[in-house]
C-alpha cells in the first residue's frame, strides 16, 4: 500500500487547510485510514481516523468540531478539512492506514510521507 499526502501549506490563524492523501497498491474494503501529526520538537499524535466503509470517524480531542475527515471510495483518497487553525496545529501531517479502526489509530500498518502545515499568528 502506498499513500501521498498532500495540500499542506501556510495560513494564517483561523483560516482553513483541506490535507488529501491518495492509497494506491494492495486495496482492502474493510480497515480505515487515519491522520497524525508532529510538531516540532514533540511526539507524532493521532488526529482523525476513517473506516474505510461505513460512516465511523474518530477524533482527538484537541481537533474536534474543527477538523473533519472524510473519504472518496472512488477515487481512493481520504480528506483531512482543516478549519479554524491555529498556531498550535503547526506540525507535519502524516496520512495512515490499518487493518482496523482501532490498529489505524494506535498502530498503523502503513504510512505515507509527511506534509507541513504553518499556521502563523
Known amino acids: 500500500v502506498q499513500l501521498q499526502a498532500s495540500g499542506g501549506g501556510l495560513v494564517q490563524a483561523g483560516g482553513s487547510l483541506r490535507l488529501s492523501c491518495s492509497r494506491s497498491g494492495r486495496t482492502f474494503s474493510s480497515g480505515a485510514m487515519g491522520w497524525f501529526r508532529q510538531a516540532p520538537g514533540k511526539e507524532r499524535e493521532f488526529v482523525a481516523s476513517v473506516r474505510w466503509s461505513g460512516e465511523s470517524t474518530y477524533y482527538a480531542d484537541s481537533v474536534k468540531g474543527r477538523f473533519t475527515i472524510s473519504r472518496d471510495n472512488g477515487k481512493n483518497t481520504v480528506y483531512l478539512q482543516m478549519n479554524s487553525l491555529k498556531p498550535e496545529d503547526t506540525a507535519v501531517y502524516y496520512c495512515?492506514?490499518?487493518?482496523?479502526?482501532?490498529?489505524?489509530?494506535?498502530?498503523?500498518?502503513?504510512w505515507g510521507q509527511g506534509t507541513l502545515v504553518t499556521v502563523s499568528s
Open positions: 495512515a492506514a490499518g487493518n482496523t479502526p482501532f490498529g489505524v489509530r494506535t498502530s498503523p500498518a502503513y
